[in-house]
């Protein structure tokens, strides 16, 4: 955004100097951190105006304190200039807005994605960012075009599909109809049932392993009685061999993220959270879970080495498990987003009445040994709000290997309200040292 962009004869912008003149704040200091913030959001006025234009104010006082700790510095003296934090009318010290980093995908996204703390009471966390899943060492990744026949792929398509008078062959997944609209966005009716899905799995087809990965016991070299793995509703997107343009209607998963986004530190004990910075109807597509695509036996072997660390809860592409007679360890397979992931790490837990679901995408393999995993909206979304996920935790099920962690989502339904006020975050937690899980996909991420 350029400065010219901005000029107080702007009724946003007079409304923003308002505030800061209240403060005695001149407008040539404020203009500068305004064009800057209004960068970071994408143009988005909505993080700017909220709770008064705190961020706003905020940044112009960090802003003033690096600027006298630099004069500080340049004059030779050690003393390090410390400036009290003005006080708000109620006697309130005021808050200190750091912005952290500007893009934490590093440009590797369409969009920047800005990461920013205004309570400073937690490290930036470390991790590799990636924007596509990688193979961490011995997981079994087939992508060939050889291998997609002519009956998984829409040769013949030209420009958009979903502008077609007829639905190409890629819609077969969907019994025949697109899952998206032409706007991009999911299916009512489609999405009602992957969250009628969510909520009652007994309801639906299950498959069941031979020797299931979830219930082998590592020490002892044994497996249990699989409990079932949910038959659950795909969408198959064009691809390479497909005839369609990356235009085309049925690839949004694979076009990747195009909404604003901000990763921040919430105040209700749940650690960092991920919240949009526009209005998102429902349907809309957030982003996908990307991580390191590892085996159900790496996975294991990785948390047993680093059970004090924390950790990100891995998502288990177990899908296609039951239908293969023997199973090998290299085709059960895991994403975790510990060392390496995207944005989808920083989403938080919340029982019942989250704002997201995550769907199952097949993209560039026409079997389900290896899938995406994609969130999207379950509601209209508010610009400012956290997005949030329900991992389908059973946090009374005593008998799983696996300790919950102390939910601190909020919800009026939380499913976890005997252990309220706990110090632990939404999502992240300890280390685990098993690689089993509970029935359907128990996802946990940071």
Request: hydrophobic share 30%; aromatic share 8%; with cysteine.
């Amino acid at each position: 955004m350029q400065q010219a962009m901005l000029t107080n004869k702007d009724e946003k912008v007079l409304k923003a100097l308002e505030r800061t003149r209240q403060l005695d704040i001149p407008d040539e200091k404020t203009m500068p951190v305004l064009m800057k913030l209004l960068e970071e959001a994408g143009g988005n006025w909505s993080y700017i105006k909220l709770d008064n234009y705190t961020a706003l104010v905020d940044a112009i006082y960090s802003v003033e304190d690096e600027n006298k700790q630099s004069e500080g510095s340049s004059n030779g003296s050690s003393i390090q200039v410390v400036q009290k934090q003005p006080q708000l009318s109620n006697g309130d010290r005021k808050r200190k807005y750091k912005s952290r980093i500007a893009d934490i995908t590093k440009g590797s996204e369409s969009v920047k994605i800005p990461l920013v703390d205004d309570v400073g009471s937690e490290a930036v966390p470390k991790f590799t960012y990636i924007p596509h899943n990688i193979v961490y060492q011995s997981a079994y990744l087939h992508v060939s075009l050889a291998r997609i026949s002519d009956e998984d792929c829409c040769a013949n398509c030209k420009g958009n599909c979903l502008s077609a008078d007829f639905p190409c062959t890629c819609a077969r997944e969907t019994s025949g109809e697109y899952a998206y609209t032409k706007e991009g966005l999911l299916k009512e009716k489609f999405l009602d049932t992957c969250l009628k899905m969510k909520k009652e799995p007994d309801s639906f087809p299950k498959v069941y392993c031979k020797d299931c990965p979830l219930e082998r016991d590592h020490d002892k070299g044994t497996y249990g009685k699989c409990d079932g793995h949910l038959i659950r509703k795909f969408i198959k997107e064009c691809w390479r061999k497909c005839g369609c343009d990356m235009q085309c209607g049925n690839r949004v998963v694979q076009r990747g993220i195009r909404c604003q986004l901000q990763v921040y530190f919430t105040q209700e004990g749940k650690g960092w959270g991920l919240r949009t910075l526009q209005d998102l109807p429902k349907g809309t597509f957030i982003c996908e879970y990307i991580g390191e695509i590892l085996t159900n036996t790496e996975l294991y072997d990785r948390n047993v080495r680093s059970s004090s660390e924390r950790h990100t809860y891995p998502v288990t592409l177990d899908a296609d498990w039951g239908s293969e007679k023997d199973l090998k360890d290299e085709e059960a397979l895991c994403l975790d987003a510990t060392i390496c992931g995207n944005v989808a790490r920083f989403i938080n837990h919340r029982c019942e009445d989250a704002n997201m679901i995550d769907i199952p995408i097949e993209i560039e393999t026409p079997d389900r040994h290896y899938y995406h995993i994609a969130f999207f909206t379950l509601r209209d979304v508010k610009a400012m709000d956290e997005l949030t996920w329900d991992y389908m935790i059973d946090f009374n099920d005593k008998s799983h290997p696996v300790k919950a962690f102390r939910c601190c989502c909020g919800s009026e339904s939380c499913r976890d309200r005997k252990i309220k006020g706990s110090q632990g975050k939404s999502i992240e937690r300890r280390k685990i040292v098993s690689a089993k899980k509970q029935q359907g996909e128990k996802e946990c991420l940071r």
